[in-house]
Structure formats: C-alpha cells, structure tokens
C-alpha cells in the first residue's frame, strides 16, 4: 500500500507548492468585448503576477460542457469608459479551493491595482487624453524604487509532491501497522493462552515485553527500510544531505511506534478492538501531524497542535531535513522528544502487561 499511496498524493499534490507559492503561471480567460489599448497593459500587469491571460470576447466551454478554471470579466469598451472618465467593472472567478482562490485573488488585485496606478501616473504626466503611448512611456521609464526579494537562509518552500507524500506516508504507515497487527498480535498470544505458558518461563515481565518489542522493531524497520527504497529508486526522493539524521530519526519514529503497538495490545481486549482503535488512532494522529498534507498550509492553531502529537515530532523532523534543510542539529529536540515518549510509553505497556 504505501508505494500506491506515494504515486497517488505525491502526484496530485505535485504542483501545491509551485501554485501556492508563485513559482507557476496560471492560465486566466479574459472576457473584455473592445478591450481597447488598455489591453497590453492589463496583460502585462497578470503576467508580472504569475497569471497567463487567454483573452476572449465571450465565455465558450470546453468539449464537455465547463467553464474555464479562472475568468476574469472587465465591461465593455473599457478603455473608452476609462478616458471618458466613467466607472468600469471588473469580477473574477475561479474554481480553485481554500489558500489558493485567496492567494489567485491578492493577485489579481495586486494586478489590477497595479494597472490602476499606472493609467494615474500616464493621465498625470501629460495633458493630451490617456493613449497607448503615454502608457508604453511610462513603463519604459526607470523606476525609482526597486524591490529585490530573497530567501533568508536554506530553502523555505512549503513541502508538496513526494517531498511531502513520502516521508508522510512512511511515517503514518509505520504507525498504522504497529498499532493494527502489532497490537492484535499480542491480543491473540493472549486469548490462545501463549502468554500463559512463558509465565512459567524463567523471564521477568520486562523481558518477556522487551522481547515481543524487540520483534514489533523489526517489523517497523522492514517497513520503514522497504517504503524508503521504493522511494528512493522508484520515486526519485531527494532525501537531502542529512541522511544518517533522517536514519536517526526514522528509528526513533519505530521504536516508538513499537512501544504504542505493544501498549494498544496490552490494554485491548479483543483482536477487533485492538484493529479498530489502532486504525481510527493512526488515521487521527496522521491527519494532525501532518502526513497528508503540509502543516504549514494550516492555521497557526493546527501548527501548534501538530506539535504536541507523536506524528508531529517526526514529520517536523523530517521537513526541516528534507525540505529546509536546516542542519542535523535542528532535529535534535524531536529525536529526545521521540526517545522520551517511547520510554514513556514502553514503562506504561511493562505495567499494564498481563500474561491473560
């Protein structure tokens, strides 16, 4: 399953980034009847602002019956109105979802606003009716201002495509089945009455669970181990220059996932509820540590509340080796958090351990 899940959200998140972010164009239909010159400079101005204007005097849809994407409506004759000094309209819409219909918007306004200024500037420097020419003077003039924009430090792009799928994937997988068969496992030994019989062995309680921990370990680090070469050989995942980190981490992430597989089996009852828990514990843990999608596109709540779940700790790990780049150094914390709470955890499964 996780190779099919990596095709499958890797490539529909593949352009988030890129889209969010500016770093692609978006196709626009510009619906003007007689745009007038105007037009150029509109078109320049949504170039500037990462857009690709198709511009129509009517809106036709595709083969199959749908509007375009993005429509950006002006009123008619627009440049005439504008020297004639008359109010002119203009609506856009689009069936982009959530952040990106916002962020399409602050460009067209940005955009449009731009054009604004632009047609005040030209009227303002000569005395003859706003033309064509006064606006091509105007933009061919030096501009006194100018913005240079950079990133401050490592690659601060917001984690989308396989950047994303995988190491979310890998993580929420390895909880999933350490907390569905790790755990049901257990719960059969049980009910068989196998743990009655190394009772009588001449083990104590903690080295009966650091064996079966033991095995759980090797269960997460084969999945883990076989998500990771798919990844890497089939996917082409950069995993950056920190590999022995993100080593580090990943079995950290294990170690723990085996604990919270042995406490779920040694607290449920049954093989069904051990599943049922585990599945419904691995799907929420996920959703809000961000393995389905990049935390970073939430609000600052769900920021913080990633935070203080397990899946948060090694996601955010992750993405700063990964996707930022910030240096072996910056994980630290999430491994001792990740160490901390697995101790915690195996402390809690020792002592809840029965034998029937």
């Given at each position: 399953m996780p190779p099919i899940?990596?095709?499958?959200?890797?490539?529909?998140?593949?352009?988030?980034?890129?889209?969010?972010?500016?770093?692609?164009?978006?196709?626009?239909?510009?619906?003007?009847?007689?745009?007038?010159?105007?037009?150029?400079?509109?078109?320049?101005?949504?170039?500037?602002?990462?857009?690709?204007?198709?511009?129509?005097?009517?809106?036709?849809?595709?083969?199959?019956?749908?509007?375009?994407?993005?429509?950006?409506?002006?009123?008619?004759?627009?440049?005439?109105?504008?020297?004639?000094?008359?109010?002119?309209?203009?609506?856009?819409?689009?069936?982009?979802?959530?952040?990106?219909?916002?962020?399409?918007?602050?460009?067209?306004?940005?955009?449009?606003?731009?054009?604004?200024?632009?047609?005040?500037?030209?009227?303002?420097?000569?005395?003859?009716?706003?033309?064509?020419?006064?606006?091509?003077?105007?933009n061919s003039e030096t501009r006194i201002w100018q913005l240079e924009v950079s990133t401050a430090g490592q690659r601060k792009e917001i984690p989308s495509g396989f950047d994303q799928a995988i190491p979310g994937i890998v993580v929420m997988f390895t909880?999933?089945?350490?907390?569905?068969?790790?755990?049901?496992?257990?719960?059969?030994?049980?009910?068989?009455?196998?743990?009655?019989?190394?009772?009588?062995?001449?083990?104590?309680?903690?080295?009966?669970?650091?064996?079966?921990?033991?095995?759980?370990?090797?269960?997460?680090?084969?999945?883990?181990?076989?998500?990771?070469?798919?990844?890497?050989?089939?996917?082409?995942?950069?995993?950056?220059?920190?590999?022995?980190?993100?080593?580090?981490v990943l079995a950290c992430w294990a170690a723990f996932c085996a604990s919270a597989g042995l406490l779920l089996g040694s607290l449920a009852r049954t093989d069904s509820q051990a599943s049922g828990i585990g599945v419904l514990t691995a799907n929420l843990l996920a959703a809000l540590g961000g393995c389905w999608w990049p935390i970073e596109v939430t609000p600052g709540w769900m920021q913080s509340l990633q935070k203080l779940m397990p899946t948060g700790w090694a996601m955010d790990a992750l993405h700063k080796l990964i996707s930022f780049e910030a240096g072996a150094l910056s994980a630290v914390p999430h491994v001792a958090t990740l160490l901390i709470g697995t101790l915690l955890v195996t402390a809690l499964a020792i002592n809840r351990f029965k034998y029937e």
């Open positions: 899940f990596f095709y499958f959200i890797g490539t529909v998140t593949s352009g988030f980034s890129g889209t969010i972010s500016g770093n692609r164009s978006s196709p626009v239909v510009v619906v003007a009847d007689t745009p007038g010159f105007l037009q150029d400079q509109i078109d320049l101005r949504l170039r500037e602002n990462d857009f690709e204007p198709e511009w129509r005097t009517e809106i036709i849809p595709d083969a199959e019956g749908k509007l375009p994407r993005r429509i950006l409506t002006f009123s008619d004759n627009l440049s005439d109105k504008v020297v004639a000094g008359e109010q002119v309209s203009a609506s856009y819409e689009t069936r982009a979802s959530s952040i990106a219909r916002d962020y399409e918007a602050i460009r067209v306004q940005r955009g449009l606003y731009t054009v604004l200024a632009d047609v005040v500037a030209a009227d303002s420097k000569s005395d003859s009716p706003l033309s064509a020419e006064a606006l091509a003077e105007l909880l999933l089945v350490l907390l569905t068969s790790g755990s049901s496992m257990l719960v059969v030994e049980r009910t068989q009455g196998l743990l009655r019989r190394l009772a009588s062995a001449p083990m104590t309680r903690t080295e009966v669970v650091a064996g079966k921990w033991g095995g759980r370990m090797v269960l997460a680090t084969i999945q883990i181990g076989f998500a990771v070469l798919v990844g890497t050989y089939l996917f082409k995942m950069q995993w950056g220059p920190d590999i022995i980190m993100i080593v580090i």
